[in-house]
């Protein structure tokens, strides 16, 4: 099926620093949803973003939506260790089904 | 809020026969619930979806005889892979939605190993 690119694939840093991933589609989408996935667990849900534009932050967490609506951002600042795991972002053009990411693993140096 | 719970967590099975995977929307109804398979390292695909009291809607290349899905009510769906095979070994995930909200909230995910 379709997938969301998603940037970087990868990325080590260190505890302190901040992180930023990006989403991209080739589609306009309606909704933007952020979530963080830890090892043999079902995704947790970090942000939703609902119009082009919008800029939503949850605690260390920033996402936007980007003004062409094919793309989001997410941002985390002063990384911790458990911070650590995979982000997927998830599109919806509307139809409530969403289409997800490739995923961006991070991995917190301490 | 917004809990969605899945049993079993883990479940190892003998090629031909066959599996069920519960659903539960824990605080909510969930007019509209989600299954996704994700193989390691992988991103989530997404299956099929089912709303409360119809017929699931699957997505291209998934067999509807061999993933029956079951919303009989509004907290409550159930996967159940037919005649399993080693190939179907994956994670499963739910996840489940209100009508009024396009947010969808995902179950902790059910590990399947055929054997």
């Known amino acids: 099926g379709q997938q969301l690119n998603q940037s970087p694939q990868s990325m080590f840093i260190q505890e302190g620093e901040d992180v930023s991933m990006n989403c991209t589609s080739s589609?306009?989408?309606?909704?933007w949803l952020w979530y963080k996935q830890d090892p043999g667990e079902g995704p947790v849900l970090l942000i939703a973003?609902?119009?082009?534009?919008e800029l939503t932050s949850n605690g260390r967490l920033t996402a936007q939506f980007g003004i062409t609506r094919k793309d989001s951002f997410l941002n985390i600042s002063a990384s911790i260790p458990s911070d650590v795991g995979i982000y997927f972002c998830?599109?919806?053009?509307?139809?409530?089904?969403?289409?997800f990411g490739t995923g961006t693993r991070l991995k917190v140096l301490a | 809020g917004a809990v969605v719970s899945q049993h079993p967590s883990r479940v190892i099975c003998k090629s031909g026969t066959s599996v069920k995977i519960e659903c539960r929307s824990l605080?909510?109804?969930?007019?509209?619930m989600f299954w996704y398979r994700q193989f390691p390292k992988q991103s989530l695909m997404l299956m099929a979806t089912?709303?409360?009291?119809?017929?699931?809607?699957?997505e291209q290349g998934v067999e509807k005889d061999k993933f029956l899905i079951n919303h009989a009510s509004l907290t409550l769906s159930t996967l159940t892979v037919t005649s399993a095979h080693p190939e179907d070994s994956s994670f499963y995930i739910c996840?489940?939605?209100?009508?009024?909200?396009?947010?969808?909230?995902f179950g902790p995910g059910t590990r399947l190993t055929v054997t």
């Open positions: 996840s489940a939605k209100t009508g009024v909200t396009y947010e969808q909230y």
């Open positions: 589609s306009i989408f309606n909704t």
């Open positions: 973003l609902y119009k082009a534009g």
């Open positions: 998830a599109g919806d053009s509307g139809t409530y089904k969403y289409i």
């Open positions: 605080d909510f109804q969930a007019t509209t």
């Open positions: 089912s709303n409360e009291g119809s017929k699931a809607t699957y």
